[in-house]
């Protein structure tokens, strides 16, 4: 497989962009890439001593010739409409320009409040992020068009806006955690891919073990313990968050599972919560059921063996559901059950 050549120009884009960020002491923060919502991450604007000041922008980065026009460069708006124009976190459009080398900015969302008709937007030839004028109109521009308190997004039924608002969220957690706590309250609401956004931005509270934590991706610690406290979760939640489990890679390491589990271990209540939801499972959602099971076998450890017993009395559906033959042989021949 061949890799593109605009795949390359703009990973080099955001690498340049992401330099000039370090090299302010500004915080960027990627997102994930495989959809794409709009924004290629976040960044938090600091002070001269490196302080974060509270205020943040989101950003696509375009990079490459192909963006140039006669009057500088045009960022086309496409599908991306409604996500920039209502995101409450400003959307900056940056412009990398392989020829000179040089960053150019133009606020995306700024510019469709005034013109929802746009069809691309233009970034000026002259405004250039390593232009210290220009610099102090971007943050003036950020300051004007950031709209206070949590993204309605979040009730959208775009994907694009849901997505996009969950990273919102995230990234405004920052310096509110009623942002993400917004997230977990609306979880059942959320659609697929809003719910894999908000979860992953949850993930990010607790101490997941295979998180290569940084200050770009690590929130405060009494933002991460308020949000962690919000993870008290009900059987509806708990089924919900287990149908998102990959069967090619389950609770492994890294994976989705993994996520899952790491917030369902913040409710302390979690082992009774995986219970219940197996035997409440067992007979219209067997593979939620067998998750369930997973789960709760290996919170119990070595108690393990006869606990299956237990709940196979309980549920007979259980002891002929997906993975029962490896519980009972596992159980029988090691004495409990791992999730790796």
């Not at 302080?51 to 991306?80: C, M, N």
């Not at 610099?135 to 997505?163: C, F, H, I, K």
């Not at 990234?171 to 719910?195: K, P, T, W």
Request: aromatic share 8%; glycine share 6%.
């Amino acid at each position: 497989m061949r890799v593109l050549d605009t795949w390359v120009t703009s990973k080099q884009a955001v690498n340049i962009f992401t330099t000039w960020c370090t090299a302010r002491s500004w915080v960027f923060q990627p997102v994930d890439a495989s959809n794409d919502f709009g924004k290629d991450g976040y960044v938090d604007i600091t002070d001269d001593d490196g302080t974060l000041t509270g205020e943040l922008f989101s950003v696509q980065v375009k990079g490459g010739e192909s963006w140039s026009a006669t009057d500088g460069y045009r960022i086309p708006v496409g599908k991306h409409r409604e996500v920039w124009m209502n995101s409450p976190v400003p959307v900056i459009g940056v412009v990398h320009d392989p020829r000179d080398g040089r960053l150019r900015w133009a606020n995306l969302t700024a510019a469709l409040r005034e013109d929802r008709q746009l069809v691309s937007i233009h970034v000026p030839e002259d405004a250039r992020l390593d232009d210290d004028h220009q610099l102090q109109l971007l943050m003036e521009s950020v300051r004007t068009t950031t709209r206070p308190g949590l993204p309605l997004a979040l009730g959208s039924a775009n994907d694009d806006e849901q997505e996009a608002a969950a990273w919102d969220c995230f990234a405004i957690a920052r310096r509110n955690a009623d942002a993400l706590i917004a997230v977990r309250r609306s979880f059942l609401a959320l659609g697929e891919r809003g719910r894999l956004a908000g979860l992953v931005a949850l993930a990010f509270c607790t101490p997941h073990p295979d998180v290569a934590w940084t200050k770009q991706n690590m929130l405060p610690g009494p933002i991460q313990q308020v949000v962690c406290a919000s993870m008290r979760w009900t059987v509806p939640e708990v089924w919900q968050l287990l149908e998102m489990v990959d069967p090619e890679t389950a609770f492994e390491r890294g994976s989705i599972g993994q996520c899952i589990y790491m917030l369902l271990f913040e409710d302390p209540d979690c082992r009774r919560l995986a219970r219940r939801t197996a035997l409440a499972a067992a007979t219209d959602a067997p593979t939620v059921a067998a998750w369930a099971t997973a789960l709760y076998l290996y919170l119990v450890g070595e108690s393990g063996p006869a606990e299956w017993t237990r709940l196979c009395a309980e549920r007979p559906e259980l002891a002929d559901g997906p993975y029962a033959d490896h519980f009972t042989a596992t159980l029988r021949d090691v004495g409990y059950i791992t999730l790796t």
